[in-house]
């Protein structure tokens, strides 16, 4: 009963920052989960950042931790990904999914683009 829109994809160079968006049109309760995953061509979707949406704790991917921060704003029922020191390698189609109770994500955007050049 989720349905969430990415937003703030684009073109950057290697080691600039780009901040990529998710906002969700239905109610977000506390027992949500929010998520950031990521597919590249010809590989398979991984995940990248989790937060709680009570409390607020989060959980990276080790190839982004330092470098990436999921937050969250609980009265605009949105989440983002703020992405700093950009790679090359971070190139990808950025998808926000939602879990409601932390069995599994059940609720998917359709993907913002995310390019990082050389």
């Known amino acids: 009963q989720v349905q969430l829109v990415e937003s703030g994809g684009g073109l950057v160079q290697a080691g600039g920052s780009l901040r990529v968006s998710c906002a969700a049109s239905g109610r977000i309760f506390g027992s949500y989960v929010m998520g950031w995953f990521r597919q590249s061509p010809g590989k398979e979707r991984e995940f990248v950042a989790s937060i709680r949406w009570s409390g607020g704790s989060t959980h990276y991917a080790d190839s982004v931790k330092g470098r990436f921060t999921i937050s969250r704003d609980n009265a605009k029922d949105s989440v983002y990904l703020q992405m700093n020191s950009l790679k090359p390698e971070d190139t990808a189609v950025y998808y926000c999914?939602?879990?409601?109770?932390?069995?599994?994500?059940?609720?998917w955007g359709q993907g913002t683009q995310v390019f990082v050049s050389s």
């Open positions: 999914a939602a879990n409601p109770d932390g069995g599994r994500y059940t609720f």
